[in-house]
């Protein structure tokens, strides 16, 4: 069940993930791709019947750890600035858009809590998952989630009695330069110049004293305040995911701006909402900048699941009476997949489907996956052409006359977390292959191909392979040397050929080849041996 993939030219880790089987006994094993790779885990179905059967899961978290998630709230005073926006998105204006009841209707503060309460509410199944707030200004504070005690951080659906979640109740007291629940905490004024540096000083703080697991950070800001160099610097080291939300029409995620310097120290992505009431779409439907994707698979039924903000994912089946084995299978934007399986037991029920069924649940749409050709030897450091095919994942990759006509991109960006471009598009034919040119630009680094969805199948991505050989320098002339990136094994042979000759020879170290030629440039070959008789070759 193990699968392997190549990082994009940057060797950075993805993670991929695969649900494959379930069963009733809490019965789970996760097959690794790599050590470096976040692991993908199957929850156990709660007693499960015949009928709709819903899998969960989670992405980047080991057994035993909990997700921790601060959502960060901006309460300066330019979030007054713009009023009258339909924050609840119930299609019209009017008074349930003054969310935090400060007589100021539907302005950015309220869009930014009613974009709280939904990612909690999308967060709320997710398994071993804890949340907190923070609000800032010229000061930053964490909210009191305890109206008797203190807690930092509860479950996203916890009540305590009440009739709605807590963190919900308390998004609602934030008003401007201020939280009113449950301890009051003082924000200060508008907060210019320092807002951001003690928002994520303080967000850091109080995620150190979490329990291990992966930690978030959702930024939300209308404004551009300045961060220092060494709150970024904190920020890498800490291990902590930041991502950016942008609200209105003068938020940046250009790549001087400090809510893309903030997402990128942590390998995450700033996402741009320029109209307020579309920010609970907005932070909803993202997903961890460093995966694909999730595929679930019973048999040969294979469903694309639905991924949470954190990594959290979702599948639905319809199953008769019987025990099988899911299995999970994320893919990682490096092109790393990692797969983890479970089984369990679904009980009969009343007019359920006969024992044995197994379809795509209500709503479910099905897997598709992208196979890229690995490109030939380049000087360049990402292929001009890039060739691949598209089908099911299972069994195995099977190619489907239903994909012919659909649309596949290829996409292009600078570095992780940075915006995808769309830089060469085709439609798949009937067999599966797609091939897709562009003109390589030297600032953009990474590529993937995307399948858009098409009718009854969900839309994928997968990371384009490093080629064996690229990103060639040529340094000097007569006497000349020749550097380049390669895939093959270190200390791997490496040779350099003039004709039928050998004038130099090398062994692959850190990812590199070095050689040095004389004479003209253009009559050299180089030879890498890649196995006992393989070998991979590039004219110069």
């Not at 551009?224 to 291990?239: V, W």
């Not at 307020?276 to 994707?293: H, I, K």
Request: net charge positive; charged share 20%.
């Amino acid at each position: 069940m193990e699968q392997h993939g190549k990082s994009t030219r940057r060797r950075r880790t993805t993670a991929a993930v695969t649900a494959m089987g379930v069963m009733a006994a809490p019965l789970a094993v996760l097959l690794l791709a790599s050590p470096a790779a976040a692991s993908v885990t199957i929850d156990a179905p709660p007693s499960p019947r015949a009928g709709a059967v819903d899998l969960t899961g989670t992405v980047g978290v080991d057994p035993g750890e909990v997700t921790t998630v601060l959502y960060v709230v901006d309460t300066t005073r330019s979030t007054s600035l713009i009023t009258d926006v339909d924050c609840s998105g119930n299609g019209i204006v009017g008074p349930e858009d003054d969310i935090n009841g400060d007589g100021s209707r539907g302005d950015i503060l309220d869009c930014e809590i009613a974009g709280v309460q939904s990612l909690n509410r999308s967060l709320a199944t997710t398994s071993g998952l804890q949340v907190g707030l923070v609000g800032f200004a010229n000061q930053a504070a964490a909210a009191d989630l305890d109206p008797v005690g203190s807690a930092t951080f509860l479950p996203p659906g916890f009540t305590g009695g009440d009739a709605r979640p807590r963190i919900d109740t308390v998004a609602s007291s934030v008003v401007r330069d201020g939280i009113n629940l449950y301890d009051p905490r003082t924000l200060g004024g508008s907060g210019a110049g320092t807002a951001f540096n003690s928002a994520v000083s303080v967000s850091l703080a109080a995620l150190r004293a979490a329990p291990a697991g992966p930690k978030w950070i959702m930024f939300l800001s209308d404004g551009q305040a300045a961060i220092d160099d060494a709150r970024l610097a904190e920020l890498t080291a800490s291990g902590v995911k930041m991502r950016t939300f942008g609200i209105g029409s003068e938020a940046t995620c250009a790549t001087t701006s400090s809510l893309h310097k903030m997402a990128a120290a942590t390998g995450e992505s700033c996402r741009l909402a320029p109209q307020p009431a579309a920010l609970a779409a907005g932070l909803t439907g993202s997903q961890p900048d460093s995966l694909n994707g999730v595929t679930v698979s019973i048999g040969s039924v294979a469903v694309a699941a639905t991924v949470d903000a954190v990594g959290g994912w979702r599948a639905r089946f319809t199953l008769g009476a019987g025990t099988y084995t899911a299995t999970a299978r994320a893919v990682l934007t490096s092109g790393v997949t990692q797969t983890a399986q479970r089984t369990f037991t679904v009980g009969s029920a009343t007019a359920g489907p006969a024992p044995g069924t197994v379809t795509a649940g209500p709503g479910a749409l099905a897997a598709t996956v992208v196979k890229v050709t690995r490109p030939k030897p380049s000087r360049d450091a990402l292929p001009s052409t890039v060739t691949g095919r598209v089908g099911r994942p299972v069994p195995g990759f099977t190619p489907t006359l239903a994909l012919a006509g659909s649309r596949v991109l290829l996409q292009a960006r600078a570095d992780e977390g940075a915006a995808w471009s769309t830089v060469g598009q085709d439609t798949v034919d009937g067999s599966g292959k797609f091939t897709l040119k562009w003109k390589p630009k030297v600032r953009l680094d990474l590529l993937r191909v995307v399948l858009e969805p098409t009718s009854g199948f969900a839309g994928s991505a997968a990371a384009v392979p490093t080629a064996t050989i690229s990103a060639c320098k040529v340094a000097g002339k007569g006497r000349w040397t020749v550097k380049c990136l390669t895939t093959a094994k270190a200390g791997s042979v490496v040779r350099l050929l003039d004709g039928g000759k050998v004038v130099d020879k090398a062994r692959v170290r850190g990812g590199g080849l070095r050689l040095v030629g004389r004479g003209k440039v253009g009559t050299h070959r180089i030879d890498i041996t890649v196995g006992k008789r393989r070998h991979v070759r590039l004219a110069l």
